[in-house]
């Protein structure tokens, strides 16, 4: 039996990522299956509805058996830098045979055929691709219109399926990891099953299968925290033990959070913030600080900033990932050294249970990367690997303050948070 990869935000974990997990475990029986998570904050470019601990907790009592996590630095990032740092995570561990994910294509071939030509792009698809662009189109959406133009003319079902699989989120993210695994020239094999439920962005709520979206919307919506815990919705669409967990991060003060908590300490740093430091934050291009700058000095809120610059060449989830790598301090030259060498430079365990403390002791003989357990340990790390964890601090300083109650908001809890062990 394989021991299973998955990368996962579980902002929260609902019924369709515990299906998920009931479907790897059966791939992975007693070998175990190692959650690769997004830290505090998360690929849209927002903070997690929960902290990285709670969400721990949730994939430990849905079935998972090691916790690792994945840093600020590429959780809140492109779909590429997100699927990069994943997997150069998982493919530093010696231990991963597959990486399962849920996509809605669900034909791993269909997925790998688009990845091939992503992977490595020839002069041919950067050429179109620079044309697309040069329309005032997003990123985005110039690699789909690339890549159909590129399959256009050639046959086969797997080609015709590849230009409509592109256009879809879990997709996408899919193409990512094959293509990371291909760059990596790893021997990890990726593997998908069809996702079930609602579509990632549905706001639908008939469905035991909603969204993570759909019920973040919902609890924004509740009159009263308070009703969580009776709540038919969430109870429906929620593994118990996972809604217990919220219920619990509820009543202690921190959580949920939302992007709007942030609203008056982004406005300040952008309304403050030299042109030229604005300029030097990930995902900029020249003129984009100038329309951060007058937007935050307009606006009343996060939300309001961000429509002022979305345009068709700027989407919401590009604006609101370079706001939040204001707050938690990233650059682009960071991220930039960061993927030439390598992406991740360590690895940080934040839960196990006893399948995952015996993955844990492989993992001491056969990494790659320095495993981090206690955060004292990241002391010993090198220059880059110590700057990487010291960014993954200050996130989580700013993180905090988000926390409904202002008497959890204290500084420094990066440094005393232990992992979460579950006994079974």
């Known amino acids: 039996m394989p021991v299973v990869g998955i990368i996962a935000e579980y902002n929260p974990l609902h019924n369709g990522h515990a299906h998920h997990l009931e479907h790897v475990r059966k ?19 927002e903070p997690a509805l929960l902290s990285k601990w ?12 090691l916790v690792l996590e994945l840093p600020s630095a590429f959780a809140c990032s492109s779909a590429e830098y997100f699927a990069s740092g994943a997997v150069s995570i998982l493919n530093s ?8 994910f849920g996509s809605e294509e669900g ?10 030509i992503l992977a490595f792009e020839d002069d041919d698809f950067r050429e179109i691709l620079k044309s697309e662009l040069d329309k005032g189109l997003s990123f985005a959406v110039s690699r789909q219109n690339a890549l159909k133009t590129v399959l256009t003319g050639k046959s086969g079902q797997n080609i015709e399926k590849a230009a409509e699989a592109i256009d879809q989120p879990n997709n996408i993210l899919g193409i990512e990891y094959i293509k990371a695994i291909k760059r990596f020239n790893s021997n990890i094999e990726p593997v998908t099953i069809m ?18 979206t759909a019920i973040r919307h919902h609890i924004r919506e509740l009159p009263d925290l308070r009703a969580i815990s009776n709540d038919p919705f969430l109870k429906s669409n929620m ?19 939302f992007p709007e908590y942030y609203s008056d300490i982004i406005l300040h740093s952008f309304r403050n913030m030299p042109a030229e430091n604005i300029a030097s934050l990930p995902y900029m291009e020249e003129g984009l600080e100038n329309r951060l700058k007058r937007a935050a000095i307009e606006s009343v809120s996060v939300d309001e900033m961000v429509s002022k610059v979305v345009t068709s060449r700027y ?17 682009a030259e960071f991220l930039d050294e960061l993927k030439s060498n390598g992406y991740a430079q360590y690895i940080r365990v934040l839960g196990f249970n ?14 790659s990367l320095p495993i981090i357990v206690k955060p004292a340990g990241y002391k010993k790390l090198d220059t880059l690997a110590k700057k990487l964890f010291e960014h993954e601090i200050r996130s989580t300083d700013a993180y905090v303050l988000g926390y409904r109650s202002p008497g959890q908001r204290i500084g420094g809890q990066e440094y005393t948070s232990s992992p979460i062990i579950s006994v079974r």
């Open 27 to 45: 791939l992975a029986a007693d070998e175990g299956i190692v959650c690769v998570l997004s830290s505090n904050f998360v690929q849209r470019g």
């Open 54 to 65: 709670a969400r721990t907790e949730m994939a430990l009592a849905a079935g998972a058996d």
């Open 93 to 100: 561990l010696g231990i991963i045979d597959c990486l399962s």
């Open 107 to 116: 034909d791993i071939d269909v997925l790998k055929t688009a990845a091939d």
């Open 195 to 212: 996702r079930k439920g609602q579509g990632y962005k549905s706001l639908d709520r008939t469905s035991p299968f909603s969204s993570a």
């Open 239 to 257: 593994p118990e033990a996972c809604l217990n967990i919220l219920i619990k991060e509820t009543e202690s003060g921190r959580h949920p959070i």
């Open 315 to 331: 989407p919401a989830s590009r604006i609101k990932r370079i706001m939040f790598s204001m707050l938690t301090g990233m650059t």
């Open 354 to 367: 006893d399948t995952g403390r015996s993955l844990l002791s492989q993992m001491r003989k056969k990494a």
